[in-house]
T-cell receptor, first 112, second 116 residues
């Protein structure tokens, strides 16, 4: 089955710790995205990537980092600089940046 | 900048009732419009879309028409089911915004609960 997978489903972070969220797609899409969702809010764009080895900051990139070494993978690292990391994180992909985005199942990050 | 405003929830309906969730937008040019649905604990699923004025998107009994004159994209369904209980997000993809970005802007979501 083609689709987008995110792991883990739940992730716990200790103070001062960096954590990495995984996003993999087998749809052969060039573009990938990371969004953050807070309760009662819409989604906000963290980072996006048009193509391998390229990525751009979105509206709320501070405290986050990404890499795009393979077309299929776009991991997101939540660094210790992100002071309010508790949220639901959603990865998405599209054939190209101007095409319809499809979403993964999400990872819920909680701070211990 | 671009923005999306959708009706505040939660919305509670009885099964087989008619559903309308209002969505209006502000954008320059000619955006594409989307409705996504999020079931509890899950990611977003594309429900329907429309890419130009007067287009009607439809899927699973849901419909929405792209009205440029009123800058609206209201979601409707003639007879809701318990399984339609979810959060619905209206979104737009605006014009090119630089650095290769076609930004997707979301509304805050409307929670729908359908009771038997």
């Amino acid at each position: 089955d083609g689709g987008i997978t995110q792991s883990p489903k739940y992730l716990f972070r200790k103070e001062g710790q960096n954590v990495t969220l995984s996003c993999e797609q087998n749809l052969n899409h060039d573009a990938m995205y990371w969004y953050r969702q807070d309760p009662g809010q819409g989604l906000r764009l963290i980072y996006y990537s048009q193509i391998v080895n390229d990525f751009q900051k979105g509206d709320i990139a501070e405290g986050y980092s990404v890499s795009r070494e393979k077309k299929e993978s776009f991991p997101l690292t939540v660094t210790s600089a992100q002071k309010n990391p508790t949220a639901f994180y959603l990865c998405a992909s599209s054939i190209r940046v101007q095409e319809t985005q499809y979403f993964g199942p999400g990872t819920r990050l909680l701070v211990l | 900048g671009d923005s999306v405003t959708q009706m505040e929830g939660p919305v509670t309906l009885s099964e087989e009732a008619f559903l309308t969730i209002n969505c209006t937008y502000t954008a320059t040019g000619y955006p594409s419009l989307f409705w996504y649905v999020q079931y509890p604990g899950e990611g977003l699923q594309l429900l329907l879309k429309a890419t130009k004025a007067d287009d009607k998107g439809s899927n699973k009994g849901f419909e929405a028409t792209y009205r440029k004159e009123t800058t609206s994209f209201h979601l409707e369904k003639g007879s809701v089911q318990v399984s339609d209980s979810a959060v619905y997000f209206c979104a737009l993809r605006g014009a090119y915004s630089g650095a290769g970005s076609y930004q997707l802007t979301f509304g805050k979501g409307t929670k729908l609960s359908v009771i038997p």
